[in-house]
């Protein structure tokens, strides 16, 4: 099909583009790997487009005081091969990785991403495992939220209009922490049908650190904090990673659609959090 007629612009400043989205009737484009094919399909009918990806301000990764600066406009290659993120955040960088295929690695952003707040995406795991923050900006003013207080529902978003994301903040990680990201894929798309970002830190031989996020098997992604008060103070053998990853999917109202039904994916969420969490152990 073929999206309705549409007004485009293409500023090149982050202060043109807030300008633009100011009036409520624009919509920002960013690497359009969802909302392209959603107005191909009359399911998004925006007026205007503000295609953000001329902003050179919203495509750094950078470094300062700890944390790690990424540009909503940043794509999924961007945090796939930056050595910062291998280095300092490796767990947003194994993310990234698994992201759909090369073709939506190199044009989708991690904004845009987090932005459309589909239900399966990988990054939020990840970033709920790294306690994430999500700096927002309009014109005439910003703000910054916790990843949990930004998404709030499948597709949908505390964003209000003509703000965007302007980066996501997330810490540089301690030396000794092991992450993992494991995903149940779904073939056709690439979007997860489970997937489990696991994030531990070992102090005396004991857990002292255990951040564990959940994509896929809820109507939003949420961070298992019965799966992490297990773990911490716990000598992360066999049995605790067990018990532990047995307890993924309590009070979770799982998903059913054509892909799985909501009994499979708590099993499966079990599985792969099993799989992340000792993945992370042997890291620390």
Not at 77 to 97: F, G, K, M, T, V
Not at 225 to 240: I, K, M, P
């Amino acid at each position: 099909m073929i999206a309705q007629n549409f007004e485009y612009s293409s500023p090149n400043t982050l202060q043109e583009a807030l300008h633009l989205l100011s009036d409520g009737n624009a919509k920002p484009l960013a690497g359009g790997m969802s909302l392209i094919p959603l107005m191909k399909l009359r399911l998004a009918t925006p007026e205007h487009l503000v295609d953000l990806g001329r902003v050179a301000d919203l495509k750094t990764i950078s470094e300062a005081s700890g944390q790690i600066h990424i540009g909503a406009m940043a794509t999924h290659y961007d945090l796939e091969s930056s050595s910062l993120l291998r280095q300092r955040c490796p767990l947003l960088a194994e993310a990234a990785r698994h992201i759909g295929d090369v073709q939506v690695r190199n044009m989708g952003t991690i904004g845009g991403s987090v932005s459309h707040a589909d239900p399966a995406a990988d990054y939020p795991a990840s970033l709920l495992a790294l306690q994430a923050k999500v700096r927002l900006v309009r014109a005439g003013g910003e703000r910054t939220l916790s990843l949990e207080d930004f998404l709030v529902d499948t597709f949908t978003t505390a964003a209000e209009p003509g703000e965007i994301i302007r980066e996501i903040i997330v810490p540089v990680e301690e030396p000794g922490t092991g992450v993992n990201y494991q995903k149940m894929v779904q073939p056709a798309s690439g979007f997860a049908i489970v997937g489990v970002a696991a994030r531990l830190r070992k102090a005396n031989g004991k857990i002292s650190l255990a951040r564990v996020g959940v994509t896929g098997l809820a109507p939003r992604p949420f961070r298992a904090t019965a799966v992490e008060a297990r773990l911490e103070g716990s000598a992360g053998t066999d049995d605790d990673i067990r018990q532990a990853a047995a307890l993924i999917a309590n009070g979770v109202e799982a998903n059913t659609d054509l892909h799985a039904s909501s009994n499979y994916r708590k099993q499966m969420a079990q599985v792969y959090a099993g799989r992340a969490l000792r993945a992370a152990l042997a890291g620390t």
